[in-house]
C-alpha cells in the first residue's frame, strides 16, 4: 500500500486568550469528584456503539492484512486492558434531550439525566472475539470481581475455539506481567486496547509496550471526562492531582500546556489557558509518536448533546497499520499530530 503523509498542525498556536477563574469552593471540587463517577451498574451511554464500531473495524482490518504471514508470524495477541462485562445495557437518552454541539475542547462534559432501555450492545471481550479472522490469543483483564466471572462465563461459551486468559487485577501491572510473560516476542504481534474510565495507565507502562516494537495500541484519551477536572482554573492544583497528571502523562510539563504565568500589579498570577485541551492533545500526540513511531489522527468521540468526552487514538510501530487506522479513525472529528518546528540554524 502507498502511503500519504498526515495533515499536521501547528504545535504551539498563539496563546491570544486565557482564562482568568477566582478559586473555586468545596463545593465545586466536590461536584467535580462526582462527575467524574463511573456508571456503577456498569451501563454504558449511546456513544459507545462509535467507539466499539470502531474497534472492531479496526480488528477486522488487522487480522486480515495478518492472515496470511504464517512464514514469518508466530502468532497474534488481543489484550483488553478495561475489559468490562462482555455486553452492557445502553443507556437511554430522554426524548426531551435537545442536542447542543460544543467546541472540541471545552472543559465541562454536558451531563445528561440518562433513563435506562432495553437494548444491550456487545462490550469490547466480544467484538473482539467475533472478528472474521480471530486473533490466536485473547487477554481479558478486569479489576471488578463480578465483571471477571462474567468474562469467564464468556471464555467457556467460546470453547475451545478461542484462546482466551482471563486476568483479574490491575491494568497496568497485568500489562507488565504480560509483557515479562515471554522472553522475546520476535515474531509475534498484537493490539493492546486502552479505554478507562480516567488516567489509570502511566506514561511508563506505554513506553514499555511501545519499546517491544510489537504491540500497537488504541487508546481513550479522557480529555473532558477526566483531564480537564483535574486542571482547576487557577492552576492551585491539589499535590495528589498534580502527581496524578505527571504520571498519566509521564511528565510534569503538561502545566506549560496548560497554564500561563503573567506579571500584575499584585504579584505573579497562574491562569488556565483557554486553549489547554487542544494543547495537550497534541503534545500527548506528539509523545506518542515519538514513543510508538506512528500516531494516528485522534478521533473525538461526543455525547447525545454534543459534548466531547473522548478522543481515539492508535499508535504503533508499523506504517501499515497507521493506513488502516488513519481511514477508520479519520471518519469522524479529528485532530493530528502537530509537525515539530525545525531546529533554527545558528
Known sequence: MGWIPAQIGRSHPRRTRVERVSCNSSNGMQSRRRMTKRKSDGTVGPWAREKLDALGEYLNFYTTVLKNQAHWCRGTVFVDAFAGPGKSKVRAIPKSSEPKREDFFDDVVPMTDDEEGDEFVNG?????LDIKNPFNNYFFIERDPQRVAELRTLAGDYGDTRKIVVKEGDASAEL?????????WSGYRGVIFVDPFGMHIPWSTLEALAKTRVFEIIINFPLGMAIQRFLIRHGEIPANWAATLDDFFGSPDWRLHA????DTLFGSDTVKLADSGKRLLEWYLGRLKDAFGHVSPARLIRNTQGGHLYYLIWAGPHPKGLDGARAILGKGDEVRAPRKRPTAKR
Open 124 to 128: 469490547s471481550p466480544r467484538v473482539a
Open 259 to 262: 497554564y500561563e504565568s503573567s
Open 176 to 184: 507488565l506481567a504480560i509483557l515479562g510473560s515471554k522472553a522475546n
